[in-house]
């Protein structure tokens, strides 16, 4: 069974600050990760997705994957409320369905 | 405008009294699949759909059955619904081969079953 784990949080962090999200995956033929925000009662929305190990920038926005450590991340560089959420980290392999994690629920404090 | 459109939004049954949920999406997607939704569960895959007449089980079938006669359609079927089944549902689509691997949601169909 291919799983996905990740902290459930809930994850504070005050308004302008750096939240940081992990994820850790069991299947090391993974190839494809991804993130995406759930606001609560909505269907989850793509905000990140990579493939090579490094780093990813998007706006604010980062991504790390580490395959070595089938660790993946994600950073929010000056959290807004409007980032409070939760988080799904999701994972597959080639041609295998995505896996997704119980998700971290991030608040940001005004 | 690209979406996945689900109905019911939201629904109130009784046990034994069987429903579909329809999922249809017009980005001609081969790719689609079903969710449930539980606090503190995550997001658990019902059923998956690869292409039309293609049908796989997910982690959490017991209970479900789709069918895939059209790209654009995947409803999925509770022949007899049981309490806990109440969930929260998520109808998925993505294309295969060359995408991102980024699956597109639809708004979700929130189901109590009594």
């Known amino acids: 069974q291919k799983e996905v784990e990740q902290n459930s949080g809930p994850l504070s962090v005050p308004e302008g600050a750096i939240a940081s999200l992990n994820c850790t995956y069991s299947d090391r033929g993974s190839q494809s990760f991804f993130w995406y925000r759930q606001y609560s009662g909505k269907s989850p929305e793509l905000i990140m997705f990579?493939?090579?190990?490094g780093d990813k920038e998007d706006g604010r926005f980062t991504a790390q994957l580490n395959k070595a450590s089938q660790y993946v991340s994600l950073l929010i560089r000056d959290s807004q409320p409007s980032d409070s959420a939760t988080y799904l980290c999701?994972?597959?392999?080639?041609?295998?369905?995505?896996?997704f994690g119980k998700g971290t629920r991030l608040s940001v404090i005004a | 405008e690209a979406q996945v459109t689900q109905n019911p939004r939201y629904l109130i049954t009784v046990t034994g009294k069987k429903l579909t949920v329809t999922c249809s999406q017009n980005m001609n997607h081969e790719y689609m699949s079903w969710y449930r939704q539980d606090p503190g569960l995550g997001l658990r895959q019902i059923y998956y759909s690869m292409n039309v007449e293609v049908t796989d089980k997910g982690d959490v079938p017991e209970g479900y059955k789709v069918s895939r006669k059209e790209k654009r359609n995947f409803p999925l079927i509770l022949e007899s619904p049981s309490p806990n089944q109440t969930s929260l549902y998520f109808c998925?689509?993505?294309?295969?081969?060359?995408?991102?691997?980024?699956?597109?949601f639809g708004e979700g169909s929130r189901l109590t079953v009594l």
């Open positions: 999701a994972v597959n392999g080639r041609n295998t369905p995505l896996v």
């Open positions: 990579i493939y090579s190990n």
């Open positions: 998925a689509s993505r294309p295969t081969g060359g995408s991102t691997g980024e699956l597109f």
